[in-house]
């Protein structure tokens, strides 16, 4: 679907028409995501790379560290910064739905372009949220399991998965993860690609992502499920899989956006 691309906008109006999306739309989505992905990939690869590699590090560095008992809060809660570290692909997306050159080196456009102080103002807001995980994670961690440091993994797993104080915090602190979750995928679903497309504000974006995702909760909730089963998908060999539905992804959110919220 072609929408165009203004160089001005009211930043004014915030209410901006959003449309009814249905599961179709998200298969829709997906199937243009790889038809971009199979058409952009080339020197696009390596970026892709980027973001497993920062993971792994930082779960190595977790797996030798105090903040053991966090790493899969940690892990898990990496998956919020999806959005905004596809905001590259949205730009690539963007500039080939309308004709323009689409080399790599546009990835980064959105790091100096007119959106930037607007993205870096969203992300930081899905920053505070992933430190309010955190803290809420380590909070039920030593209210549940006491101020010690497990040794090792295994020594965690076996903790959490033998004993009754474990349980508790595995299912507590899934249901507080999974809110976290929810109000990130309300905030994030279509907000850092309107930010890439058009002129206005992160809070006009994140307003205009929650009415989406309240005007269409079940669809969104299944879109919420399938990036997490695709990421999951794409970790199993060594984050190897994140090089591939990284950009799938990305260029699958940016054609949601353009079936969720009305053109100008």
Do not use: C
Request: aromatic share 10%; charged share 10%.
């Amino acid at each position: 679907m072609a929408i165009t691309h203004p160089v001005g906008m009211n930043p004014a109006r915030t209410e901006i028409p959003i449309r009814k999306i249905e599961l179709h739309d998200l298969w829709w989505a997906l199937a243009q995501g790889w038809k971009d992905f199979m058409i952009l990939r080339g020197d696009l690869v390596f970026i892709g790379f980027a973001y497993p590699v920062v993971a792994l590090s930082a779960a190595l560095l977790a797996m030798q560290s105090s903040v053991l008992p966090l790493i899969f809060p940690l892990a898990a809660g990496s998956i919020l910064f999806g959005p905004a570290v596809a905001s590259g692909y949205y730009e690539l997306a963007r500039r080939r739905e309308l004709g323009l050159d689409v080399r790599w080196r546009h990835f980064l456009d959105v790091l100096h372009g007119p959106a930037a102080p607007s993205l870096m103002a969203l992300t930081a807001v899905v920053a505070i949220l992933f430190a309010l995980w955190i803290g809420a994670a380590q909070l039920l961690y030593a209210a549940t399991l006491g101020p010690g440091v497990p040794v090792s993994v295994e020594a965690l797993l076996q903790t959490v998965f033998t004993s009754s104080q474990g349980a508790t915090m595995f299912i507590a602190g899934n249901l507080i993860g999974l809110g976290f979750a929810i109000i990130t995928l309300a905030i994030s679903v279509v907000s850092f690609p309107m930010l890439v497309d058009r002129r206005v504000g992160w809070w006009v974006a994140m307003h205009t992502s929650v009415r989406v995702a309240w005007k269409n909760p079940v669809t969104v909730a299944v879109w919420g499920l399938i990036v997490v089963g695709l990421l999951v998908i794409g970790s199993l060999p060594a984050l190897v899989g994140l090089a591939v539905v990284l950009p799938v992804l990305g260029y699958a959110t940016w054609h949601l956006y353009t079936r969720a919220v009305s053109p100008f």
